[in-house]
């Protein structure tokens, strides 16, 4: 089964700019997988971010990030990053990679079996 781990959070000011990653390792072929970035903030539900098809031709973002974010896959690398622009102090909390080995679109958590532990990103203002 594939594992994720993602890397790059860190705490910045409102405005900044941060790139975050997630690697994946096991599960065959990473190309074959579509990954997609959750966020949970403290007190709230887990929310879709933005999702990546296995070719890397489609992408989705939430309309909060939406121009602001951009999600890139490197398969050469295992990796998908999320280059995080112009941050709010609402764009805080804990960000997750997901993936799942069935063909799911859905942008439910709830539908994704593998994930990542999650790094924190803090936007101050």
């Known amino acids: 089964q594939v594992q994720l781990k993602e890397s790059g959070g860190g705490s910045v000011q409102a405005g900044d700019s941060m790139s975050i990653s997630c690697t994946a390792s096991g599960g065959g072929t990473f190309s074959r997988y579509a990954i997609l970035w959750f966020r949970q903030a403290p007190g709230k539900e887990r929310e879709f971010v933005s999702r990546?098809?296995?070719?890397?031709?489609?992408?989705y973002y939430d309309h909060s990030v939406k121009g602001r974010f951009t999600i890139s896959r490197d398969d050469a690398k295992n990796t998908v990053n999320l280059q995080m622009t112009d941050l709010k102090v609402e764009d805080t909390a804990v960000y997750f990679c997901?993936?799942?080995?069935?063909?799911?679109?859905?942008?439910?958590?709830?539908?994704?079996?593998?994930w990542g532990q999650g790094t924190q990103v803090t936007v101050s203002s």
């Open positions: 997901a993936t799942s080995s069935r063909p799911v679109v859905a942008l439910s958590p709830a539908a994704y079996e593998y």
């Open positions: 990546i098809s296995p070719d890397g031709q489609r992408t």
